[in-house]
C-alpha cells in the first residue's frame, strides 16, 4: 500500500532551522509531483511548497526566499529546508503526493508538527 512518513519536525526558536523529509512508498516516485502543505489552528490547509517530477518549484508567498523543496528520486524522498523561521510559520506540516499522469492517485501523510516559539 501507499505510505508517506514525515520527520523531522520540532520545537525551534524565532530565526531558526528545521528540515522535514518525507519518505514516499508510491511504487514510480518520479510520476508523482511532491508538495508540503500546512495547517495551523482554525486555518486551512494551505499549500508550502511544491516540486514537479521534472524539478519546478512553486512556493507560497510569505515562505519565498526562506524555504526550500528538494526531491531525490533514487531514495524515494521529498525534504522542506525551513530557514529563519518565525511564529507564524507554527503548524502540522503535512507531505503530498499527486500522480501527474491520474489525477485521483494523490496520497498524505499523517503530519509533523513544527512549533516556532521562544
Known amino acids: 500500500q501507499v505510505q508517506l512518513v514525515e520527520s523531522g519536525g520540532g520545537l525551534v526558536q524565532p530565526g531558526g532551522s528545521l528540515r522535514l523529509s518525507c519518505a514516499a512508498s508510491?511504487?514510480?516516485?518520479?510520476?508523482?509531483?511532491m508538495g508540503w502543505y500546512r495547517q495551523a489552528p482554525g486555518k486551512q490547509r494551505e499549500l508550502v511548497a511544491r516540486?514537479?517530477?521534472?524539478?519546478?518549484?512553486n512556493y507560497e508567498d510569505s515562505v519565498k526566499g526562506r524555504f526550500t523543496i528538494s526531491r531525490d528520486n533514487a531514495k524515494n524522498t521529498v525534504y522542506l529546508q525551513m530557514n529563519s523561521l518565525k511564529p507564524e510559520d507554527t503548524a502540522v506540516y503535512y507531505c503530498?503526493?499527486?500522480?501527474?499522469?491520474?489525477?485521483?492517485?494523490?496520497?498524505w501523510g499523517q503530519g509533523t508538527q513544527v512549533t516556532v516559539s521562544s
Open positions: 508510491v511504487r514510480i516516485f518520479s510520476n508523482y509531483a
Open positions: 503530498n503526493a499527486e500522480n501527474q499522469f491520474i489525477g485521483s492517485l494523490n496520497y
Open positions: 516540486i514537479s517530477s521534472g524539478g519546478r518549484t
